[in-house]
């Protein structure tokens, strides 16, 4: 079974505006990623957060994690239209060294 | 470095046909992964290994197995196709103490 749910499954929004999308997973987690995939290409990992970190920040890209509710959020501001991506959310538990994956919102971004 | 690469990157196979998925790293990663992906469901792990001469099984292992030989090389065997693994696959790979992991460009399968 998925360990995160994403959504929105699709998102459609105008350059310069932002673009949040939440992930949800089951059991306790070591960390969080959120990994980009543009269409017909690998995984690009974008940005971790340790299970004892609350927000991240890299770029125009911000993280936030609350593990009393099991739930992360990605906001991509001033979006641009090559941010035009599926984006999915990565947990890994402790002691163990599987990653799993969530189903991945779709974002388009347009000009 | 070439990073993670993998071969084939198209391939169609009749039910029942065996085959083997290559992928090799070229950053002495000791962990390595096979993914596979279809529409809505995200990414499922089917096998990952954290060395040489270790394996064990993701989420979904029925119907492929692995072995892992060399560092580098972490090959994925179909062993009797079948039309629910069209799919497709994804090779990962990471190093050290870090988490983020390097992906392939993945190989699409076609079982008819």
């Known amino acids: 079974s998925q360990q995160g749910e994403e959504d929105p499954q699709a998102l459609s929004i105008q350059e310069g505006e932002n673009a949040t999308m939440n992930c949800s997973y089951k059991?306790?987690?070591?960390?969080l990623q959120w990994y980009r995939q543009n269409s017909g290409r690998g995984l690009v990992h974008l940005i971790l957060?340790?299970?004892?970190?609350r927000e991240k920040h890299s770029g125009r890209l911000r993280v936030t994690l609350d593990t009393s509710k099991k739930s992360s959020s990605l906001l991509i501001t001033a979006s641009r239209a090559a941010d035009t991506a599926s984006y999915f959310c990565?947990?890994?538990?402790?002691?163990?060294?599987?990653?799993?994956f969530g189903t991945g919102t779709r974002l388009q971004v347009f000009p | 470095n070439a990073g993670v690469t993998q071969t084939p990157k198209f391939q169609v196979l009749k039910t029942g046909q065996s085959m083997t998925l290559q992928c090799a790293q070229d950053?002495?990663?000791?962990?390595m992964s096979w993914y596979r992906q279809d529409p809505g469901m995200g990414l499922r792990l089917i096998h990952y290994?954290?060395?040489?001469?270790?394996?064990d099984q993701g989420e979904v292992p029925n119907g492929y197995n692995v072995s892992r030989s060399t560092t580098e090389d972490f090959p994925l065997r179909l062993l009797s196709a079948a039309p629910s693994q069209t799919s497709v696959y994804f090779c990962?790979?990471?190093?050290?103490?870090?988490?983020?992991?390097?992906f392939g460009p993945g190989t699409r399968l076609t079982v008819t």
């Open positions: 957060i340790r299970s004892n970190e």
């Open positions: 950053m002495n990663h000791e962990y």
């Open positions: 990962a790979s990471k190093g050290g103490i870090a988490y983020e992991q390097y």
């Open positions: 290994s954290v060395g040489a001469g270790i394996t």
């Open positions: 059991t306790s987690i070591n960390n």
């Open positions: 990565a947990t890994d538990r402790w002691n163990t060294d599987k990653l799993i």
